[in-house]
């Protein structure tokens, strides 16, 4: 049978119309996406006397407010556990008839994916993990921050506070030593510790720093006794990454500068808390849940930056903070914003590299990095697959939204 020039072109028409049609379906009158269809659920490691967990439930609340979804259109789970619980609470959202789940440890990530293999057709997105990239799903995604320029930021309100300590004549200038009390030596927590430092450092030049791991991520106990240890060991600040109020009271009880992750700590410790960093979710909950309604692709890694509201720092405690700390900060973040300050500049620390330690690094006879093969591609620290160091930084999260800068550099040491 013929079909005549002008009925094709009436069928054509009525294609792109039924096209066009579906292409706008996910948008409503008023042009903003319709997020009707979209039902979310959340799985938190703890609940919100965590710190770390307390910033995503209130994230999510943010973004599930801002985009107008229902208290029917999203679903928090708290105290589910890196192991068959995760997997569990996972398909239990499925069942629930979410679309998009999210988890937010590192350890969720092994059974988030098992999940995202059984049920293609709902999207899967996880915090600090490190292997969408290189699984190959449709429906996997990671994403992460570039917290370490909100850390950089927060050491440099810790080393003006330190210059104030040793010219109101506290301790020496070669007495500046910070203490760290982080939950695992993995890259995330490498990379924001040493950030950290730098920060401090460029405003402290003699500061050195002692570092000490609780093996958990939360363990308010562990953390306040951490703390304390690093402060008989004679640092004069500490700051943290792990999840409890632990540091931060120790530090108030032993009237001791307090740098605080994942929130202010000022009613607690109106004495002693200076500044808090931390990752602000409410932009990636809203990015998923919009890409999600309008049938469009989740990036495979996805990082925030302090440009897209994903990176903060909370109100200075003007209290406790040294004078000139807001305009400092505030120089330093206009610095890293147009790209003239990096986090990671080589020329600003040195590396000594042993059979046990960096050995995936090259340095030059100053002892400043010149290469390095970071782990971003593998399970295995030790074999390192990709070139990370050029135009005289190391370029943290570019390869991966995940950290993988867990480089040991001189000044930093690892007191158990």
């Not at 294609?15 to 996406?33: E, I, Q, Y």
């Not at 993995?186 to 924001?192: H, L």
């Not at 593998?378 to 991966?400: C, L, N, W």
Request: glycine fraction near 8%; hydrophobic fraction near 40%.
């Amino acid at each position: 049978m013929k079909i005549s020039k002008k009925i094709i072109a009436v069928l054509l028409s009525v294609l792109f119309v039924a096209a066009a049609f579906v292409g706008c379906s996910a948008a409503s009158d008023n042009g903003k996406t319709d997020a009707s269809k979209v039902k979310i659920g959340f799985i938190c490691l703890h609940d919100e006397n965590s710190t770390y967990d307390l910033n995503f439930i209130n994230a999510a609340k943010e973004a599930v407010k801002t985009l107008g979804l229902s208290e029917d259109q999203y679903i928090i789970k708290t105290n589910i556990g890196e192991d068959e619980s995760c997997k569990e609470a996972a398909l239990d959202l499925v069942d629930a008839g979410c679309n998009i789940v999210f988890a937010d440890s590192f350890g969720h990530e092994g059974y988030m994916i098992e999940v995202a293999q059984a049920h293609p057709e709902v999207q899967f997105c996880h915090a600090t993990g490190t292997r969408a990239h290189t699984e190959g799903l449709a429906n996997y995604h990671n994403a992460f921050a570039s917290i370490y320029e909100g850390r950089y930021l927060a050491g440099v309100a810790a080393g003006l506070k330190l210059n104030q300590m040793i010219e109101n004549g506290e301790f020496k200038a070669e007495e500046a030593k910070m203490g760290y009390v982080g939950a695992h030596p993995y890259a995330e927590v490498k990379s924001g510790y040493t950030s950290f430092y730098l920060g401090a450092k460029s405003v402290c030049p003699t500061v050195t720093m002692d570092v000490t791991f609780t093996g958990e991520w939360y363990h308010e106990a562990k953390e306040k006794e951490a703390a304390n240890k690093l402060i008989a060991a004679g640092c004069k600040l500490i700051s943290q990454h792990a999840d409890s109020m632990g540091a931060p009271t120790a530090c108030e009880d032993a009237k001791v500068p307090n740098v605080s992750y994942n929130g202010s700590t000022v009613e607690a410790c109106p004495n002693t808390f200076l500044v808090s960093s931390s990752i602000n979710w409410a932009p990636y909950f809203e990015y998923i849940i919009n890409q999600t309604a309008e049938g469009k692709e989740i990036d495979k890694d996805w990082t925030g930056t302090i440009a897209t509201g994903s990176v903060v720092l909370s109100e200075i405690n003007e209290q406790a903070a040294a004078p000139g700390t807001k305009e400092k900060i505030a120089e330093v973040k206009a610095q890293l914003e147009a790209g003239t300050l990096h986090v990671f500049d080589t020329s600003n620390f040195t590396v000594t590299v042993t059979d046990k330690q960096n050995v995936n690094a090259k340095v030059d006879a100053d002892g400043h990095l010149t290469n390095y093969m970071a782990d971003v591609n593998t399970a295995d620290a030790s074999q390192g697959d990709t070139e990370v160091v050029s135009d005289g930084y190391f370029h943290e999260s570019d390869k991966r939204s995940a950290p993988y800068f867990d480089v040991d550099i001189d000044g930093i040491t690892n007191i158990g």
